[in-house]
Each structure stands twice: as C-alpha cells, then as structure tokens.
C-alpha cells in the first residue's frame, strides 16, 4: 500500500453523500408522496403506531398463552459436587481446607461471587473442610463421615 500524504488523502466511502430530503418536487426522485407509498395509515401525518401492532389482527404477545409466575425472592446457588472437591483435594494435599476465595481461584465456581451449595454427587475419601453458604444433607453427612467439616458462610459451624 502507498503512503499516505495529503496528496493522496480521500473521504472514507459515503461520507460525502448527501442526507435523503423528501418532498422536494418530482426531480428529485422523491416527490408526490414523499417515499410514503399511497393512502394508507403511513402515509398521513402524526401515524406512529404502537410496539407490536399487527394492522389490527391479534397481536403475538396476546395470542400466546401465558403461564406461572416468576418469585422475584427466589435465590439462586451456584452448585458445587463433592467429585468435584474430591478431584482437587486428591491433586493437591494443600487443598485441605476450602474457602470461597479457594474454590473460586481453583475454578472450580463459574462466578466468582454468588451463593455456593454443596452437593453430594461423588465420594469424598480424605478429610477437607468445606466452606459454603449451604449443603445438602447427604453431603454434609459424607464430609463428616470423611472426617472433614462443613462451615456453613453467614452462620455456624454445621459439623462438631
């Protein structure tokens, strides 16, 4: 490619045109009805019509039933397997105990912050400290029964 020099310099493409201007007389190609087609509802002046309007008919967001309702206090967890706590801890002996921060730099959560509850969902064979803001009964249970602990976040210990 050629340098570029003042010599050489051009507007990028259609930066010269010129803006659309309707209702200028016949020779400007956009005359009579100004690009507004004939009669009709677009063609007079004030026409604005509302989101979804369907020349009449039924519109689609009133044709579709509509079903349940959405609990605007429902609370979302991110959930955590305990074969997913096995595999690390089996990795790496330092993994012993788990924080939030831990388990999110291990990438083990897709956000690093967020509600966590654990699930049991594998077999824990070594003794890990869990920290999470829920468990499962059956996973608090194999984490004892592990002989680790499960500390709940936001409340008490859960485990003796």
């Known amino acids: 490619m050629a340098i570029r020099n003042l010599s050489n310099l051009r507007a990028p493409k259609k ?3 010129n803006k659309k201007r309707v209702g200028r007389g016949m020779g400007s190609g956009m005359g009579k009805t100004s690009t507004r087609g004939h009669k009709g509802q677009g063609s007079r002046s004030g ?3 509302m989101r979804g309007f369907e020349g009449g008919q039924m519109p689609l967001h009133r044709r579709l039933p509509k079903r349940g309702f959405t609990n605007i206090f ?3 967890y991110q959930v955590l397997g305990l074969d997913r706590i096995a595999e690390v801890v089996e990795a790496d002996s330092a993994n012993s105990e788990l924080t939030l921060e831990k388990i999110v730099s ?3 959560l897709r956000k690093k912050n967020g509600l966590v509850k654990v699930l049991n969902n594998g077999e824990l ?3 890990v400290t869990v920290h999470a803001h829920k468990f499962s009964a059956s996973a608090k249970e194999a984490i004892e029964k592990a002989g680790g602990k499960a500390i709940l976040i936001g409340g008490e210990s859960v485990a003796a």
């Open 47 to 49: 026409s604005s019509l």
């Open 106 to 108: 291990l990438g083990l």
């Open 125 to 127: 064979k070594s003794a």
């Open 74 to 76: 429902r609370v979302e």
């Open 15 to 17: 930066a010269n045109e």
